[in-house]
C-alpha cells in the first residue's frame, strides 16, 4: 500500500512539474502545473475505479467504444455530404455524434460485457473467472474461531485465501482491546493469520479494496465478494443470512462441523462417559467428542462412569443434534474410568 501511494504520488508531481516547463495551451508556469496535478489526479482515481471492473466489463467496454466510434465516423461522412455549405452546424454535430456513440457503446458494451464467455478464449482471458471463483474472502469470526487453520491443513480449501484490509485492521482493533478476553482472542486471531501464511500449499492474499462509503465490515464483505465473484468465508450466523439474501455464497464453518458429525442410527450402540444427570428422572447426560448431546435414561446412577448405550432416536434441531439413549445394566457393559475395562470382565476373573 505505500509503496503504490508513493509512486502515485510521483506519478502526479512528474505530470505537475512537466506542464510547468512547457507550458500546455500557452497557459502560465503555476496554472500549467495545477492543470498537470489535476490530470495526474484524474489518471489516479481513473486506475483506482478500473481495477475494480471485471475483465469483461472491460472488454465489452472497449469493444463497445470503437463500435461507437466506428459508428460515428459513418454519420459524419452522411452529414458531410448531405449539408456541405454548413458552416459550424456539421461540425458541432460530428462532435455531437461522435461523443454520444462513444458514451452509449462505453455503457451498453460494459453492461453487457458481464455476458461475454472469457472461457471459451483460453489463456489468460479464459482463466479469470475460475481463478475469482476460487477465492474466499475470510472474515474476522471465522480467523478468531481458529478452526479455519486446521481445515486448510488438511486440504480441503484450495484457490486462494482472501484477507481484506479492513478485516485485518478490525482484528488490530480486538487485539490492542482494553478488555482482556477481546484482547486475547484478537491475538488468537493474528496467530492463525501467521499460521495459515506459513502453509506453503495455500495462496494468501490481502487485497487493499475498500468501500468508504459503506459502514459496517459485513457490508464490505458482501460488497467485496460481489466485486470478485466469490465466496465469503464466516462462522456469524448473520453475515451468512444477509450474504445469502445478496446472493454471495457463504462457506459456513459451524455448518460444515455438523455436517462431519457421526452419524448415528437408533438401534446402535455407542460408548460414552456419563457427565452430569439430567433434566428428567433417573436420566444421565453425556457427550460425544465433537459437542454433541447423548441423552441417557437409566444412567443417573452411572456419573462419572464409561457404559455403552443403545440409541433410541436423534433429533436435529437449530442448535446442533441431540442423541436420545437407554443404559441396560443387564445387557450393556460398565467400563472403569480409569483403568478403560469391564467391570463385568474383572468381576468374573475375581470369582
Given at each position: 500500500?505505500?509503496?503504490?501511494?508513493?509512486?502515485?504520488?510521483?506519478?502526479?508531481?512528474?505530470?505537475?512539474?512537466?506542464?510547468?516547463?512547457?507550458?500546455?495551451?500557452?497557459?502560465?508556469?503555476?496554472?500549467?502545473?495545477?492543470?498537470?496535478?489535476?490530470?495526474?489526479?484524474?489518471?489516479?482515481?481513473?486506475?483506482?475505479?478500473?481495477?475494480?471492473?471485471?475483465?469483461?466489463?472491460?472488454?465489452?467496454?472497449?469493444?463497445?467504444?470503437?463500435?461507437?466510434?466506428?459508428?460515428?465516423?459513418?454519420?459524419?461522412?452522411?452529414?458531410?455530404?448531405?449539408?456541405?455549405?454548413?458552416?459550424?452546424?456539421?461540425?458541432?454535430?460530428?462532435?455531437?455524434v461522435l461523443a454520444l456513440m462513444t458514451?452509449?457503446?462505453?455503457?451498453?458494451?460494459?453492461?453487457?460485457?458481464?455476458?461475454?464467455?472469457?472461457?471459451?478464449?483460453?489463456?489468460?482471458?479464459?482463466?479469470?473467472?475460475?481463478?475469482?471463483?476460487?477465492?474466499?474472502?475470510?472474515?474476522?469470526?471465522?480467523?478468531?474461531?481458529?478452526?479455519?487453520?486446521?481445515?486448510?491443513?488438511?486440504?480441503?480449501?484450495?484457490?486462494?485465501?482472501?484477507?481484506?484490509?479492513?478485516?485485518?485492521?478490525?482484528?488490530?482493533?480486538?487485539?490492542?482491546?482494553?478488555?482482556?478476553?477481546?484482547?486475547?482472542?484478537?491475538?488468537?486471531?493474528?496467530?492463525?493469520?501467521?499460521?495459515?501464511?506459513?502453509?506453503?500449499?495455500?495462496?494468501?492474499?490481502?487485497?487493499?479494496?475498500d468501500f468508504p462509503t459503506v459502514r459496517?465490515?459485513?457490508?464490505?464483505?458482501?460488497?467485496?465478494?460481489?466485486?470478485?465473484?466469490?465466496?465469503?468465508?464466516?462462522?456469524?450466523?448473520?453475515?451468512?443470512?444477509?450474504?445469502?439474501?445478496?446472493?454471495?455464497?457463504?462457506?459456513?464453518?459451524?455448518?460444515?462441523?455438523?455436517?462431519?458429525?457421526?452419524?448415528?442410527?437408533?438401534?446402535?450402540?455407542?460408548?460414552?462417559?456419563?457427565?452430569?444427570?439430567?433434566?428428567?428422572?433417573?436420566?444421565?447426560?453425556?457427550?460425544?467428542?465433537?459437542?454433541?448431546?447423548?441423552?441417557?435414561?437409566?444412567?443417573?446412577?452411572?456419573?462419572?462412569?464409561?457404559?455403552?448405550?443403545?440409541?433410541?432416536?436423534?433429533?436435529?434441531?437449530?442448535a446442533g443434534k441431540m442423541i436420545f439413549?437407554?443404559?441396560?445394566?443387564?445387557?450393556?457393559?460398565?467400563?472403569?474410568?480409569?483403568?478403560?475395562?469391564?467391570?463385568?470382565?474383572?468381576?468374573?476373573?475375581?470369582?
Amino acid at each position: 500500500m505505500g509503496e503504490l501511494l508513493i509512486i502515485r504520488l510521483i506519478f502526479i508531481a512528474v505530470l505537475g512539474f512537466a506542464a510547468y516547463f512547457l507550458h500546455p495551451f500557452n497557459l502560465e508556469g503555476p496554472i500549467a502545473a495545477g492543470v498537470g496535478v489535476v490530470a495526474g489526479i484524474a489518471v489516479v482515481v481513473f486506475e483506482v475505479r478500473i481495477k475494480r471492473v471485471s475483465m469483461p466489463r472491460l472488454i465489452g467496454a472497449v469493444f463497445g467504444s470503437v463500435l461507437g466510434i466506428l459508428g460515428a465516423y459513418l454519420i459524419s461522412l452522411v452529414m458531410e455530404k448531405a449539408m456541405p455549405d454548413s458552416d459550424n452546424t456539421v461540425p458541432f454535430l460530428e462532435i455531437l455524434v461522435l461523443a454520444l456513440m462513444t458514451y452509449c457503446g462505453l455503457v451498453v458494451g460494459a453492461a453487457k460485457g458481464e455476458m461475454l464467455n472469457l472461457s471459451a478464449l483460453g489463456g489468460l482471458f479464459g482463466g479469470e473467472k475460475a481463478t475469482k471463483n476460487s477465492f474466499k474472502i475470510l472474515d474476522t469470526s471465522v480467523i478468531i474461531d481458529g478452526r479455519i487453520a486446521d481445515i486448510a491443513e488438511t486440504g480441503f480449501i484450495d484457490g486462494a485465501l482472501v484477507i481484506p484490509q479492513f478485516v485485518l485492521h478490525e482484528l488490530q482493533m480486538v487485539a490492542d482491546s482494553s478488555d482482556s478476553m477481546k484482547r486475547n482472542r484478537g491475538r488468537r486471531g493474528l496467530d492463525v493469520l501467521q499460521r495459515i501464511q506459513k502453509m506453503p500449499q495455500l495462496n494468501i492474499q490481502i487485497v487493499e479494496d475498500d468501500f468508504p462509503t459503506v459502514r459496517e465490515v459485513d457490508m464490505k464483505l458482501i460488497e467485496l465478494a460481489k466485486l470478485y465473484a466469490c465466496k465469503i468465508v464466516t462462522n456469524d450466523f448473520n453475515l451468512n443470512k444477509v450474504a445469502q439474501l445478496r446472493g454471495v455464497e457463504v462457506l459456513n464453518i459451524n455448518e460444515l462441523a455438523n455436517a462431519l458429525k457421526p452419524v448415528v442410527l437408533p438401534g446402535e450402540t455407542i460408548r460414552v462417559f456419563i457427565l452430569k444427570e439430567g433434566k428428567e428422572y433417573n436420566q444421565g447426560v453425556a457427550y460425544l467428542d465433537d459437542g454433541t448431546m447423548v441423552v441417557v435414561d437409566n444412567a443417573r446412577k452411572m456419573i462419572s462412569k464409561t457404559i455403552d448405550v443403545a440409541v433410541t432416536s436423534v433429533l436435529q434441531t437449530t442448535a446442533g443434534k441431540m442423541i436420545f439413549g437407554r443404559f441396560d445394566e443387564r445387557a450393556h457393559t460398565v467400563y472403569d474410568k480409569e483403568r478403560e475395562r469391564p467391570q463385568r470382565e474383572a468381576a468374573g476373573g475375581g470369582g
